[in-house]
């Protein structure tokens, strides 16, 4: 009976050290809520976000700037085909099609 005793006890200390870190974790989350309230919350998670995807994107230029010229000067010149296409009609005239 002693054994059931000491895991009964072993148990309830593991519960209660389990429901300590669980009260400081709420209590902190607790007082965040009431200082910035919610929409303060979800803002500052969706900067910290685009602040990551900024990084994210800074380190993929940063190892490809290569691609990432060709790929800029790519839609660029979709962008102007239009104008691009109407500038070498004046120049060599009309395709007969």
Same mark, same amino acid.
């Given at each position: *009976?002693?054994? #059931? ?5 072993? &148990? ?7 429901? +300590? ?5 709420? =209590?902190?989350?607790?007082? &965040?809520?009431?200082?910035?309230? #919610?929409?303060?919350?979800?803002? &500052?998670? +969706?900067?910290?976000? +685009?602040?990551? *995807?900024? &990084? ?36 060599? =005239?009309?395709?007969?099609?």
């Amino acid at each position: *009976m002693s054994a #059931l005793v000491r895991q009964l006890e072993a &148990d309830r200390s593991v519960r209660n050290a389990a429901k +300590a870190a669980f009260d400081v974790r709420y =209590g902190a989350l607790k007082a &965040d809520f009431e200082l910035r309230g #919610l929409t303060g919350r979800i803002l &500052d998670e +969706a900067v910290e976000g +685009a602040a990551d *995807m900024l &990084d994210e994107a800074v380190a993929v230029v940063e190892e490809h700037p290569v691609a990432i010229g060709g790929t800029f000067a790519a839609l660029v010149l979709w962008f102007l085909r239009n104008p691009i296409l109407a500038a070498v009609e004046r120049l060599f =005239g009309k395709a007969d099609t």
